[in-house]
């Protein structure tokens, strides 16, 4: 059979069916004699048509299939994609949450160290504290006892002077009592009442106590032919040495205040810079003593001289 000449072809409608059904009605026209042929070519045609039509549907469904296997993909990457960057936060977050809490212990630690610090320091600071106001109230106290014993001293040495003064004064004034009975007239010899009161003399005792000295004035058994009047100067000059003495002894008493003044002062300069082992030493105090011992020794040897040269001899109990 031969193909049909183009130019008997017709034109093909708008519709397909039309185009087929046109296609098949020529077939049969010219193949009405051969209608085996027509049927082998009518189905070759149908099948080839179906599966062209399979192919395009296979086609078709395997794009589809792509397609939705591409969608698949993609929605499982999105949400992978998802999943990681929530993993990812919540990773972020719990990191974040531990090193605040690890950053918190620590600070915890360091404040609870630092406290412990703070109160040894504190300790220790109140321990010295009440260490140096011990050690301070200590010092305070021997100054206190050293100044209490240094105005005691000066408070007795100047009762002793001052004793001494007012028994120098009593001397003289019984001197000058002695001197207008012994001689009434004004003249020198014995008056009128001298054996009564050569008695009163005997029995009256003049004591001068200066640092443990005592001394007893009394007029001689020769109380005669103008011996008064050398009596009176004899007893001057003993008045004159006692009073020296008590002199002396005002001015120890005075070097012993301002001593004292001094090295009281010295020894809160010392205290103030924090120098320790400072005050009178050992070997000071007994110079000061041995310089006391000489000066009373002396002075004692030159009143018992005067006494000697004065008085003469000390009469016994029984006279007395």
């Not at 048509?49 to 499982?76: D, G, M, S, W, Y």
């Not at 004035?217 to 032919?225: E, T």
Request: proline share 3%; glycine share 4%.
């Amino acid at each position: 059979m031969s193909a049909p000449s183009k130019f008997n072809t017709p034109a093909p409608l708008t519709g397909k069916h039309n185009w087929v059904h046109a296609t098949i009605d020529k077939l049969k026209s010219s193949s009405d004699d051969k209608p085996e042929i027509y049927d082998v070519k009518v189905g070759k045609h149908k099948w080839h048509q179906q599966v062209k039509k399979e192919v395009k549907e296979k086609e078709a469904r395997e794009h589809q299939q792509r397609e939705e296997a591409e969608c698949r993909v993609k929605e499982e990457a999105v949400h992978l994609k998802r999943e990681a960057a929530t993993v990812w936060r919540q990773e972020v977050v719990d990191h974040q949450v531990q090193e605040e809490c690890q950053a918190k212990e620590e600070k915890e630690c360091q404040e609870r160290e630092a406290t412990m610090h703070q109160e040894v320091a504190i300790k220790k600071v109140m321990e010295m504290a009440e260490k140096r106001a011990q050690e301070d109230m200590e010092e305070k106290q021997a100054e206190a006892a050293k100044k209490i014993w240094a105005a005691k001293e000066t408070a007795r040495q100047w009762g002793k002077a001052e004793a001494s003064k007012q028994k120098l004064v009593a001397m003289k004034k019984w001197a000058r009592e002695e001197n207008m009975m012994a001689r009434p007239s004004g003249m020198p010899g014995p008056g009128p009442q001298a054996s009564k009161k050569k008695k009163c003399i005997k029995k009256s005792a003049v004591k001068v106590v200066d640092s443990n000295i005592e001394v007893i004035a009394r007029p001689s058994d020769a109380f005669g032919s103008g011996s008064g009047h050398v009596l009176l100067e004899h007893m001057d000059c003993l008045i004159l040495a006692v009073e020296n003495l008590a002199e002396a002894q005002w001015y120890t008493a005075s070097a012993c205040l301002a001593s004292g003044m001094v090295v009281g002062t010295l020894m809160d300069k010392c205290n103030f810079l924090r120098f320790e082992g400072v005050g009178l030493g050992e070997e000071d105090k007994e110079v000061d003593m041995d310089m006391e011992v000489v000066d009373q020794e002396a002075v004692k040897q030159e009143v018992t001289e005067l006494w000697k040269e004065v008085l003469g001899p000390q009469p016994s109990d029984d006279e007395m």
